[in-house]
């Protein structure tokens, strides 16, 4: 029997769930916003204000399946084993569309329990994907092959992000809004912005090396090591709270990427998919000063989140899924038009978002923003669709 084409690679189903949810989720952000600021109701009343549902819906629906489909795929290739089978990753695909269905249709119709359903289903997919991660980690381990620190910080990360989700989901339910507040922190700086990191600590060297001549793979451990403390002394600093410690961390974190930014620019000619990455990585250095000077004086609205979501964590994603989408469905390894155009709403986007914050979330701007978002990414998320729905263009498998 054949298998269905969105079984036949472990990127193909998550890639679609989160692809799907990210277009949808900006239709919806921008809907809600034009009632707001605009007066014009196009969905249903709900009694939850849509700013609060915003954010833990963003971060657990769009980031999580693209996070997933990636690392199912990557994973076992880091340690040098063969690709995982459908029955491991399958199921974790079709929990991420079920949750995702469920808390999509919440959202719609201003049901703030069927979230929280929808979440519970996705927590059950991302113990899934965290335990068959787990086994190729350890199996690694107990074969004596090299420990792949990478894998071991891709897990921390996701137990994190795993932990954010129960707490997401938990406050959703108990309506507890400085609770909502701490399991956002959780998952962006206890997953989001580790692992975005970790992959780009492991990745991006490694393409720069292939395409660039004479460039030198710069990619110590102790990189890794230095970025989970700062990003955990930062996480500490915002729950307990202690505005100079998260103020410490984030100033550090700026320092870093800065420093690894410089290390890793190619000094040669590049092409345009590697250009991308640097380019998304030059975001974290303002980023992370924006969230020191937040912790301080928090006069900047959301300005530092969303440098750090829009203009690092959605361009990377943007440019890697463009990767993996190309090179797994016999493309040619380049970005397309599509995803130029979304590369570029991005960065405008980021920096619009960034000036509403700093105009105290001034509305017009917002609106500007959300329908940029969404046209931007909107022919890029429909190209990436025929791509998952397709066989790939070279008859190979997968």
């Known amino acids: 029997m054949t298998r269905p084409i969105l079984l036949a690679a472990p990127h193909r189903l998550p890639f679609l769930v989160g692809t799907a949810n990210l277009l949808l989720l900006a239709l919806w952000w921008l809907l809600r916003l034009t009632e707001l600021h605009a007066g014009v109701a196009l969905l249903p009343p709900g009694d939850v204000p849509a700013g609060l549902l915003h954010g833990p819906a963003m971060l657990n629906l769009v980031f999580a399946p693209f996070v997933f489909g990636f690392l199912l795929t990557t994973f076992p290739r880091w340690m040098g084993y063969p690709d995982l089978t459908a029955r491991t990753y399958g199921p974790v695909g079709a929990l991420l569309a079920a949750g995702s269905a469920i808390a999509l249709a919440g959202l719609v119709m201003a049901r703030p329990e069927m979230l929280v359903a929808g979440f519970a289903v996705e927590a059950a997919a991302w113990a899934a994907g965290l335990i068959a991660l787990l086994r190729v980690t350890l199996r690694c381990e107990t074969d004596g092959k090299p420990r792949v620190w990478h894998a071991w910080s891709a897990l ?227 190209v990436n669709f025929g791509i998952y729905l397709r066989a790939r263009l070279d008859g190979k498998p997968g």
């Open 156 to 382: 921390l990360a996701l137990t994190l992000g795993f932990a954010g989700l129960l707490m997401a989901a938990f406050a959703l339910h108990a309506m507890d809004g400085a609770l909502l507040v701490a399991a956002m922190r959780m998952t962006i700086l206890g997953f989001l912005l580790p692992v975005f990191l970790t992959v780009a600590h492991r990745m991006v060297p490694f393409f720069a090396g292939n395409v660039v001549q004479g460039y030198v793979r710069w990619r110590p451990d102790w990189l890794l090591v230095l970025i989970w403390a700062l990003l955990l002394a930062s996480l500490g600093g915002a729950l307990l709270p202690l505005p100079l410690l998260a103020a410490i961390a984030n100033s550090g974190m700026a320092i870093t990427c800065a420093g690894l930014l410089w290390k890793w620019w190619p000094r040669g000619p590049a092409p345009g998919l590697l250009k991308v990455l640097f380019w998304s990585l030059a975001w974290t250095p303002p980023g992370f000063a924006l969230l020191a000077l937040a912790a301080l004086q928090p006069v900047h609205g959301r300005a530092a989140d969303h440098a750090l979501l829009i203009g690092f964590c959605a361009s990377l994603l943007v440019a890697m899924v463009t990767r993996v989408s190309h090179g797994h469905s016999g493309r040619p390894l380049e970005m397309s038009r599509s995803a130029w155009f979304a590369f570029a709403a991005l960065q405008l986007a980021a920096l619009l978002r960034i000036t509403a914050a700093l105009e105290l979330e001034a509305g017009s701007l917002l609106l500007v923003t959300a329908a940029l978002f969404l046209l931007g990414l909107a022919p890029w998320c429909l």
